[in-house]
């Protein structure tokens, strides 16, 4: 493994940990260089489907991207990095379960909304404004009075 700081090839574990539900390993490693500490997370490589775009385009699935969303409609809100990772294994977890090839980009976006409706509301507004785009006020409040219930 490289080290992020000085890029010397030689580093040693100094912890290893799984996580909570067994998705991933953790791992403290420390340069033998450098002697600074990094940690590396090591996740089984699995096939996602493909994504498909409203405008028929087709692209890879893409965790940055879903990482992106997520931090965006969370910014300045009380959630920890934890709770974001954790809703990102779930949307992982429901798209390999449906054993699909394809999914269009509005089931993920529909899972995303899930996830931030349960983690909070204020981003979960925040995402739908964007992703539902509303023609008008009237559409934004249903959504802020559904919230309120």
């Known amino acids: 493994m490289r080290c992020p700081f000085c890029a010397h090839t030689e580093t040693q574990v100094v912890d290893t940990r799984a996580s909570d539900d067994g998705a991933f390993v953790r791992r403290r490693r420390q340069c033998g260089h450098c002697a600074k500490r990094f940690t590396t997370y090591e996740r ?58 394809e999914v269009p980009s509005s089931r993920i976006g529909e899972l995303v909304m899930r996830e931030l409706k349960k ?5 979960y507004v925040r995402f739908a404004s964007v992703y539902r785009s509303f ?15």
């Open 119 to 123: 983690l909070d509301k204020v981003a």
């Open 135 to 149: 023609e008008d006020i009237d559409e934004f409040r249903a959504l802020v009075d559904e919230v309120r219930r």
């Open 44 to 101: 089984p490589d699995v096939s996602f489907p493909s994504i498909v775009k409203k405008d028929g385009r087709r692209v890879p699935y893409a965790r940055g991207k879903l990482q992106a969303s997520l931090d965006l409609a969370l910014r300045k809100r009380p959630v920890s990095t934890e709770q974001i990772d954790a809703a990102i294994e779930r949307i992982e977890e429901k798209l390999l379960n449906t054993a699909a090839r």
